[in-house]
């Protein structure tokens, strides 16, 4: 037998919690499915010395400020998850944990959610389940056959599992310039970038990510010419520990290698480096394995949307996936606008 509700909203993380917050003030009965067994999102899986890219107050979900961290600029995971936490308790968020959603169907007027828990009939969906499960690797050549440690940044944890090790840590974005200089000091680091890495100005943070981001969106969808939004100012927020590493000179940077060997990797050139360890800080995909019976996506993979909302189904909405859905989505700041939008829109769907 399922149960009925109006939405369903897949993912309890920031963006479901963002969701839910407009659908709770339009008065839209919900429930927010989440497979994390306690609150945080997929922050509750990052390394211990992870940083926001901003301070506290440009790093709130709709209608809540995130509280300064004593003696930090820029939050900590653990801030972020107390934080989050505090915020589905204090809105009455209807938050399910530790629910596996299986796959959702259409059925008829509604659409059908299964899940490891049983299932609910809802006249929407909004998929929220963000880009963590799906870490991305590349096909570099010689990856199986490397005898060493592959680790990626979803599952990396912090310095000392690879103290007094060789380590080749892969990736020119902020994730690689992280845990680039957390490594540093405890590993043999050699970082490996496909081109020069691009620091942003000193004084860049998220908020004004976002600005630039937003600016972007209304360029193009006023006509006018493509700003370049976040991409043109940089791809490295440099956060202190970043800051200090890369100024102290420890953040040598060398091209991205042609192939992996048993033992290590190798350049075009034949240069080799020996390896215990190599991490790839290579980006995500979105997780979406729960809607890939529903053929919304087009014939190049790619599920086409206006603004959040599904153009195949618009009983579908997508929310946190990057630019896609949103920009600057995937943030804590930048994705209270989408989900405002996003329920707004289910609202007058079901009206």
């Known amino acids: 037998m399922s149960r009925r509700t109006d939405v369903v909203v897949i993912g309890g993380g920031q963006s479901g919690l963002a969701a839910g917050y407009h659908l709770r003030r339009l008065g839209i009965e919900h429930v927010i499915l989440d497979a994390r067994p306690a609150p945080g999102g997929a922050w509750q899986h990052t390394w211990e010395s992870l940083r926001l890219f901003s301070p506290a107050a440009y790093s709130s979900l709709p209608g809540r400020l995130m509280p300064v961290q004593e003696g930090q600029v820029y939050p900590d995971a653990a801030h972020v998850i107390a934080y989050l936490a505090d915020y589905e308790k204090r809105y009455e968020l209807p938050v399910q944990h530790g629910v596996w959603v299986d796959a959702v169907h259409r059925d008829g007027a509604f659409l059908r959610v299964e899940t490891d828990c049983g299932g609910w009939r809802a006249r929407a969906v909004i998929s929220a389940t963000g880009t963590w499960t799906r870490p991305f690797l590349p096909a570099v050549p010689g990856r199986r056959d490397f005898a060493g440690r592959q680790v990626h940044s979803a ?21 690689g310039a992280q845990i680039a200089a957390d490594l540093t000091g405890h590993a043999d680091l050699t970082w490996v970038t496909r081109r020069p890495p691009r620091y942003l100005a000193d004084d860049i943070d998220g908020r004004a990510l976002f600005d630039h981001a937003t600016a972007r969106r209304r360029a193009l969808d006023e006509g006018r010419a493509d700003t370049g939004g976040v991409a043109s100012l940089g791809d490295i927020v440099a956060v ?36 215990d360890a190599v991490i790839w800080c290579t980006g995500f995909r979105p997780a979406l394995a729960h809607l890939a019976g529903l053929r919304l996506r087009g014939t190049r993979g790619h599920i086409t949307t206006s603004g959040t909302r599904s153009v195949e189904d618009p009983r579908f909405h997508f929310l946190g996936y990057g630019d896609w859905t949103g920009p600057a989505s995937a943030t804590l700041i930048g994705v209270g606008r989408p989900a405002r939008e996003t329920a707004r829109q289910i609202r007058d769907l079901l009206d």
């Not at 944890?157 to 007094?164: E, I, K, L, N, T």
């Not at 200090?244 to 075009?268: I, K, N, P, Y």
């Open 240 to 275: 202190p520990p970043v800051r200090a590493a890369r100024d102290a000179g420890l953040l040598a940077v060398r091209q991205m290698f042609s192939r992996l060997t048993v033992g290590g990797v190798e350049w075009a050139d034949g240069t080799q480096a020996e390896a």
């Open 155 to 175: 599952h990396y944890q912090g310095p000392r599992d690879f103290a007094g090790q060789r380590v080749i840590v892969v990736g020119g974005g902020n994730s």
